[in-house]
């Protein structure tokens, strides 16, 4: 499946899947419960949003994992939950994903700084990604999404920690960016041209982008990457920038608005494309078309 996956990147463009957090929060979770926690209590409500991306077209089905890490499972109490969370995220996912399909296991940043501007040191760190990767790697996942990075150093020491566990597994990196008075940024002033190199020379085996802003913006962050590297992308875009409504998020780009933008961004010579905050299987469903038009 690992060489599988490899190929398949030089052969085709492949699909990602869309949000997690926005589905399970229409499902029911509610604001302060810990989503990596519903792997547990609510299985079969993660199973069956993976399984309607699967049906809308995605080749690529993430864990909901992306907050398993010990820090930010802490903040909701779970600390000593991350083997448990992160395991039975990948059974989930494994148990509803096809034959020629692939699970991703997803790591997000753990909200904390590495020495000097927090306390960490760089093997902590390394070690904190170990331990939730470890897991997601005995369950079972086929390749690994380290995604939403906005510090070089954090986004580094996760793809160490899957090289110091695995030198096969596929390893995907992504870092989210704004658009500021002097370009695009990440949170911690990284410019997309300033990641090509350290994340590829850590062992990542696709860079990119996600979350952040909508995929019109992503076409000028592509544009950046791709001006340093012919190295594989991924991009996975929000469904445009959140607007508040009452008390609830809405995100205005329509499933119509998606495809029209992704087939401007596939012209840059993107490999892989899926959704992030906002993204539903009918968003899924219109990038799936649009891939199989632009072939």
């Not at 096809?98 to 306390?119: I, N, R, Y």
């Amino acid at each position: 499946m690992i060489n599988n996956f490899r190929a398949l990147l030089n052969l085709k463009i492949l699909v990602g899947d869309g949000a997690m957090g926005t589905m399970l929060h229409a499902a029911g979770l509610t604001t302060g419960h810990c989503p990596e926690e519903w792997n547990v209590s609510h299985s079969e409500v993660v199973a069956e949003i993976q399984k309607a991306y699967i049906t809308a077209g995605s080749d690529i089905i993430e864990t909901n994992s992306f907050g398993g890490n010990k820090y930010r499972l802490g903040f909701h109490g779970y600390g000593d939950s991350v083997s448990l969370f992160n395991k039975k995220s990948a059974e989930v996912a494994r148990s509803v994903c096809p034959d020629g399909k692939f699970v991703a296991g997803s790591v997000g940043p753990t909200g904390e700084f590495l020495e000097p501007m927090g306390e960490l040191t760089l093997e902590q760190l390394t070690d904190v990604f170990k331990e939730q990767i470890d897991a997601l790697l005995t369950g079972g996942v086929d390749i690994l999404i380290i995604e939403t990075m906005s510090d070089i150093g954090e986004a580094r020491a996760a793809i160490e920690a899957a090289r110091l566990l695995s030198s096969d597994i596929p390893v995907l990196a992504t870092m989210t960016y704004e658009k500021q008075a002097t370009g695009y940024r990440t949170m911690m002033g990284v410019q997309p041209a300033d990641m090509v190199a350290p994340l590829i020379d850590a062992g990542a085996d696709v860079i990119g982008a996600n979350c952040g802003t909508g995929m019109e913006d992503m076409i000028e962050i592509v544009k950046d990457i791709r001006n340093n590297t012919q190295f594989p992308l991924l991009v996975q875009a929000n469904a445009g920038l959140p607007e508040q409504e009452g008390n609830q998020i809405h995100y205005k780009e329509s499933p119509r608005d998606r495809g029209k933008s992704v087939k401007q961004i596939l012209q840059l010579g993107v490999n892989i494309i899926g959704g992030c905050c906002g993204t539903t299987p009918e968003h899924i469903n219109a990038t799936r078309k649009a891939v199989d038009e632009f072939k």
